[in-house]
């Protein structure tokens, strides 16, 4: 099985007929995506390589019965993007934009508190399920195998090797959710984690953590009293120097705080394997699976 997202997926993209927009849509589409609108305002009435465009999200939830949205909208009007998406009561908003003011996100979190709106990013490479054939975001789709392997991500290319490496070695995945690496974020680790434990199908879950922030102390110790499935870990960031900020947003060490080694140590404190390199991904993967989970 999969999590969040499943063949009755039905997706608007939200700036469709923009660079990235138009581009993505396309190889979602190829992939199995049923993407059934787009929303660009202005541009109602018209289509996209066959897809309705509409004004609003919610004549696409009226017309197409949308429930997914992924968002391709420039950073000053993704804010707006994504409240329009939960007006409009979609299941899930996977948010691709980066570069969202962080004061803008806490008006999001505002909003997305009960509402029945999930929201994935922004600042992220998506969600890929290889063996419902479905990805809403950017992710090679080559380098996916079907499997019982969940992924979760701050780091999106990091989600593409560590997968990559394990379809080499032959651990399909059930999902892969790149959740984003800004500091205002909407799904967590542990959100992910809850609904990996309750799938059936998933036997093992790689975690993939990078400096700045606590989210990975936070999550090591839910970890450690609640989690059924094995986890893997693998923080990223040992050298990287204080006050640097290392690609994304959220991912700078401040104050002394967030470092890799205080992650590492929080995770092993609760029991989790990290592993040191890449390679030892599947290493670590292997062990824990022999353990009889």
Request: net charge positive; proline share 5%.
């Given at each position: 099985m999969s999590i969040l997202i499943n063949q009755e997926t039905?997706?608007?993209?939200?700036?469709?007929?923009?660079?990235?927009?138009?581009?993505?849509?396309?190889l979602c589409r190829d992939y199995g995506t049923n993407i059934s609108a787009g929303v660009v305002p202005g541009k109602g009435n018209t289509d996209f390589e066959g897809i309705p465009v509409y004004n609003t999200v919610a004549e696409a939830v009226k017309e197409q019965r949308?429930?997914?949205?992924?968002?391709?909208?420039?950073?000053?009007?993704?804010?707006?993007?994504?409240?329009?998406?939960?007006?409009?009561?979609?299941?899930?908003?996977?948010?691709?934009?980066?570069?969202?003011?962080?004061?803008?996100?806490?008006?999001?979190?505002?909003?997305?508190?009960?509402?029945?709106?999930?929201?994935?990013?922004?600042?992220?490479?998506?969600?890929?399920?290889?063996?419902?054939?479905?990805?809403?975001?950017?992710?090679?789709?080559?380098?996916?195998?079907?499997?019982?392997?969940?992924?979760?991500?701050?780091?999106?290319?990091?989600?593409?090797?560590?997968?990559?490496?394990?379809?080499?070695?032959?651990?399909?995945?059930?999902?892969?959710?790149?959740?984003?690496?800004?500091?205002?974020?909407?799904?967590?680790?542990?959100?992910?984690?809850?609904?990996?434990?309750?799938?059936?199908?998933?036997?093992?879950?790689?975690?993939?953590?990078?400096i700045g922030g606590s989210a990975e102390e936070e999550t090591a110790k839910w970890i450690s009293t609640r989690l059924t499935h094995p986890v893997v870990a693998y923080i990223c960031g040992l050298s990287a120097p204080p006050e640097k900020r290392m690609g994304h947003a959220g991912a700078i060490i401040s104050d002394g705080k967030g470092t890799a080694k205080e992650k590492i140590e929080a995770l092993e404190s609760a029991g989790i394997p990290v592993a040191k390199t890449i390679d030892e991904v599947d290493k670590k993967l292997k062990q824990v699976l022999k353990r009889g989970y």
């Amino acid at each position: 099985m999969s999590i969040l997202i499943n063949q009755e997926t039905r997706v608007v993209v939200q700036g469709i007929t923009g660079a990235q927009g138009s581009f993505h849509a396309k190889l979602c589409r190829d992939y199995g995506t049923n993407i059934s609108a787009g929303v660009v305002p202005g541009k109602g009435n018209t289509d996209f390589e066959g897809i309705p465009v509409y004004n609003t999200v919610a004549e696409a939830v009226k017309e197409q019965r949308v429930n997914t949205s992924i968002i391709f909208v420039p950073a000053k009007f993704a804010a707006g993007a994504i409240v329009e998406a939960i007006e409009a009561k979609l299941e899930l908003v996977v948010c691709i934009t980066e570069g969202i003011p962080v004061h803008d996100m806490m008006k999001i979190k505002s909003c997305l508190r009960g509402s029945k709106t999930k929201l994935i990013g922004p600042n992220c490479p998506g969600i890929i399920s290889p063996k419902e054939k479905i990805k809403i975001g950017i992710m090679p789709a080559n380098i996916f195998r079907p499997g019982k392997i969940g992924i979760i991500s701050r780091s999106g290319t990091l989600t593409y090797e560590i997968a990559a490496r394990l379809s080499k070695k032959g651990f399909g995945q059930s999902t892969c959710v790149g959740i984003g690496g800004d500091p205002i974020v909407g799904m967590d680790f542990i959100d992910c984690l809850e609904l990996f434990d309750k799938d059936k199908e998933t036997k093992a879950v790689v975690m993939v953590g990078e400096i700045g922030g606590s989210a990975e102390e936070e999550t090591a110790k839910w970890i450690s009293t609640r989690l059924t499935h094995p986890v893997v870990a693998y923080i990223c960031g040992l050298s990287a120097p204080p006050e640097k900020r290392m690609g994304h947003a959220g991912a700078i060490i401040s104050d002394g705080k967030g470092t890799a080694k205080e992650k590492i140590e929080a995770l092993e404190s609760a029991g989790i394997p990290v592993a040191k390199t890449i390679d030892e991904v599947d290493k670590k993967l292997k062990q824990v699976l022999k353990r009889g989970y």
